[in-house]
């Protein structure tokens, strides 16, 4: 069984910092893609950084210049460095990971987190 456990969430003032982590464990051959998500108090979740196997990264514009996704392939584990933090980034961020393969000859699903929350004050 495969589980994504984020941590690294917590309470902040406007302009610091926080990271994330988020760690997959479990029978894991491969995984194509990491990411975070978030979502906001009446708000649909929504795309924050995703990077693939390779290292290639998307951000969505309204993090580009501030948050810096990365991943540590042998430990399954992807991290999201939060600096210029601001009250609009305060909502429940969600690890994915995206096309995991359990072993070489598997199907690729997509699994979540259970989500951290982050508060930004202003």
């Known amino acids: 069984q495969v589980q994504l456990v984020e941590s690294g969430g917590g309470l902040v003032q406007a302009g610091g910092s926080l990271k994330l982590s988020c760690a997959a464990s479990?029978?894991?051959?491969?995984?194509?893609?990491m990411g975070w998500y978030r979502q906001a108090p009446g708000k649909q979740r929504e795309l924050v950084a995703t990077?693939?196997?390779?290292?290639?990264?998307n951000y969505a514009d309204s993090v580009k210049g501030r948050f810096t996704i990365s991943r540590d392939n042998v430990k399954n584990t992807v991290y999201l460095q939060m600096n210029s933090l601001k009250p609009e980034d305060t909502a429940v961020y969600y690890c994915?990971?995206?096309?995991?393969?359990?072993?070489?000859?598997?199907?690729?699903?997509?699994?979540w987190g259970q989500g951290t929350q982050v508060t930004v004050s202003s």
């Open positions: 994915n990971a995206d096309g995991l393969k359990r072993w070489r000859v598997d199907s690729p699903k997509g699994y």
């Open positions: 479990g029978s894991i051959f491969s995984i194509n893609a």
């Open positions: 990077i693939t196997s390779g290292g290639s990264t």
